[in-house]
């Protein structure tokens, strides 16, 4: 059993940077894949970027070479790192867990959300 706590949206301007956290409790944090979502208006949600328990990432296209998603197991915590941000990038970001270790695929725990808006 895994609860998350995301958190670090907020308001930004074209070309600007945010770093979104996810607290995780539970002693086995470091067994499990977590990934970064994106909720926009009107679109289905969608993987943005995830990372193994052997520390491999994975990017959606929209994100590569833009974001970095990083994970520090002593402190149950993964990490959303976003630069050169455009108003694409609008939505609400959901951190996510599961056991297995394909990133693709359900997630099996979920976080509150924290939303993200990028201005023009």
């Known amino acids: 059993q895994v609860q998350l706590v995301d958190s670090g949206g907020g308001l930004v301007q074209t070309g600007g940077s945010l770093r979104l956290s996810c607290a995780a409790s539970?002693?086995?944090?470091?067994?499990?894949?977590m990934g970064w979502f994106r909720q926009a208006p009107g679109k289905q949600r969608e993987l943005v970027a995830a990372?193994?328990?052997?520390?491999?990432?994975y990017y959606a296209d929209s994100g590569k070479g833009r974001f970095t998603i990083s994970r520090d197991n002593a402190k149950n915590t993964v990490y959303l790192q976003m630069n050169s941000l455009k108003p694409e990038d609008t939505g609400v970001y959901y951190c996510?867990?599961?056991?297995?270790?394909?990133?693709?695929?359900?997630?099996?725990?979920w976080g509150q959300g924290t939303q993200v808006t990028v201005s023009s």
């Open positions: 996510a867990a599961k056991a297995h270790p394909v990133v693709t695929g359900p997630y099996d725990y």
């Open positions: 539970g002693r086995t944090f470091n067994s499990y894949t």
């Open positions: 990372i193994t328990r052997t520390y491999a990432e």
